[in-house]
């Protein structure tokens, strides 16, 4: 089994070169990449100081080669900008938005596009309470999704604590009211944790929506420095057994990226040296 990571998993410290360069020495071969809209363009000679580039500003074939002298390949691009989904005004300039990025992704030969799932401020919101703005982010969604995924994008949104799609249910509805089939979830494992949501339900009923996987582990300790605490695989909750016997039971293509965000930058490399050796001997004895 093969699991890639998030670019931004080794740190906000350092260049976007020596970002790649650390991801493959750590033995990842894929990338979630992360972006700005606030970072400089990648260079002629694949340079740029920030870690997170402005992709909408690069020139493909800079990005591409970039991330191919360092022996790797973008799996997902991820989405940087405003999402509003509060109202029926920000319908359309959030389609617009994504739909820039929908451009990149395919420029860059990327099959998936994610992005964040704006904030509500609270968690555990039911469901109902907050539909009206589950549905319209499925119809920003589902709206790229036809356009782009007939050349080939999945578009899938990070589902994520206090998030309007927080929760086993909010997935449920996002999904229902997305009718196509290239929109989907980023699985965040982590999360789902945090929301104590059985998120592996989800792999079941619906298979073919997920594209994307973010391997986390979230603590559930009561003394845990905040809600959301992400640390090393296998050093807390996430019942990663369970996520696993439901992608055997469902096999699809899917990208799969480990991070650890809650890691001090000077201990992140081995950290996510021993996440990646934990999650592929567990993958290999869960059946």
Not at 25 to 33: A, E, H, K, M, Y
Not at 148 to 163: N, Q, S
Not at 165 to 192: F, K, Q, T, Y
């Amino acid at each position: 089994m093969e699991f890639g990571t998030v670019t931004h998993a080794v740190g906000h410290h350092m260049s976007f070169e020596e970002t790649l360069a650390t991801i493959k020495g750590i033995g990842f071969n894929s990338i979630l990449l992360l972006t700005s809209r606030d970072g400089q363009p990648v260079g002629s000679d694949g340079a740029c100081k920030d870690p997170f580039p402005n992709v909408l500003r690069s020139d493909p074939g800079c990005v591409l080669r970039a991330v191919g002298n360092a022996g790797l390949e973008i799996a997902a691009l991820h989405f940087s900008g405003k999402l509003d989904i509060q109202s029926d005004a920000g319908i359309d300039p959030t389609i617009t938005a994504l739909r820039d990025y929908a451009a990149c992704a395919l420029e860059l030969g990327c099959p998936n596009l994610t992005h964040p799932v704006p904030s509500c401020g609270r968690t555990g919101v039911p469901t109902d309470e907050k539909s009206a703005e589950i549905t319209r982010l499925a119809r920003c969604m589902n709206t790229v999704a036809e356009e782009f995924g007939p050349k080939g994008l999945h578009i899938a949104v990070d589902i994520h604590h206090k998030a309007w799609v927080e929760g086993v249910d909010d997935c449920r509805l996002l999904l229902a009211s997305m009718p196509s089939r290239n929109s989907g979830i980023l699985l965040n494992i982590g999360h789902m944790t945090t929301a104590q949501g059985y998120g592996w339900l989800l792999v079941d009923e619906h298979p073919g929506r997920i594209p994307a996987v973010g391997w986390k582990d979230h603590s559930l300790d009561p003394n845990r420095p905040r809600p959301m605490w992400s640390i090393e695989l296998g050093k807390a909750h996430s019942p990663f057994g369970l996520y696993i016997k439901a992608f055997k039971r469902n096999p699809e293509d899917r990208a799969h990226f480990i991070n650890c965000e809650n890691v001090p930058d000077e201990q992140r490399v081995g950290a996510l040296k021993r996440s990646r050796d934990y999650l592929m001997t567990l993958w290999d004895e869960t059946n």
